[in-house]
């Protein structure tokens, strides 16, 4: 068990470009979270998957961002028309079951210029 | 929509102090988190609190949960300058507070 491993850790992109980052979670754990931080901030909800369901996610989904997590594994979260406004970093966590914590990868930086 | 809210945002101790953190959080839950994250690091699981009344404790940290109050409390005992970072409550589904960030002086 390596834990939840983020790829790329860092992405630089013009503005306007297309990024997807992926997330590969714990092999057990069936509940998938993406979350984005800026600098002092907490993080913030942008969608979770228990298995392969999307179950919820933010109005911030609804237009440039998606996600998928297809046979209920691997998760990749998309932004569309990059802004500068997306740069941050952009978590995800793995737990088992809505009753355990969370475990959380190292992020993926995301610059855009 | 839910709703998570600590107080302070910002926290600065002497060693050896106590001090409580507050996390309020606006519907109904009957599960709580805490984390810590370092600068730099990812966030790291602290205490998991599943009902009412449930209290946990490690080290110089006590977690407590209060659902009717909807309201959790992060009391450090003693500060040393090791619990410096900054501190998260989440509720529900992982929705998180915008954070504690504590500095312990000597």
């Known amino acids: 068990d390596t834990g939840v491993s983020q790829n790329p850790r860092h992405k630089i992109t013009k503005r306007g470009q297309n990024v997807t980052f992926r997330c590969d979670p714990i092999?057990?754990?069936?509940?998938l979270y993406w979350y984005r931080q800026t600098l002092g901030q907490g993080p913030e909800f942008l969608t979770y998957?228990?298995?392969?369901?999307?179950?919820?996610k933010s109005r911030l989904l609804s237009d440039r961002f998606s996600a998928e997590r297809p046979k209920g594994s691997f998760s990749t979260l998309e932004i569309q028309r990059t802004e500068q406004g997306d740069s941050a970093m952009y978590l995800c966590?793995?737990?088992?079951?809505?009753?355990?914590?969370?475990?959380f990868g190292q992020g993926t930086r995301l610059t855009v210029v | 929509e839910l709703k998570v809210e600590q107080n302070p945002l910002f926290l600065s101790m002497q060693e050896g102090k106590n001090y409580t953190i507050y996390c309020n959080y606006s519907?109904?839950?009957?599960?709580l988190y805490w984390y810590r994250q370092d600068p730099g690091k990812s966030l790291e699981s602290l205490f998991v609190?599943?009902?009412?009344?449930a209290v946990k404790q490690e080290g110089r940290l006590m977690a407590s949960l209060d659902t009717k109050a909807r309201l959790s409390t992060l009391h450090i005992t003693a500060a040393v300058h090791d619990l410096s970072a900054t501190y998260f409550c989440?509720?529900?589904?992982?929705?998180f507070g915008a954070g504690t960030r504590l500095t312990v002086k000597p």
């Open positions: 519907t109904t839950s009957d599960r």
């Open positions: 989440a509720v529900d589904a992982m929705r």
């Open positions: 609190l599943l009902s009412n009344g």
């Open positions: 966590a793995s737990s088992w079951g809505q009753f355990s914590e969370a475990f």
């Open positions: 092999s057990e754990h069936n509940r």
């Open positions: 998957f228990q298995n392969e369901a999307q179950l919820e």
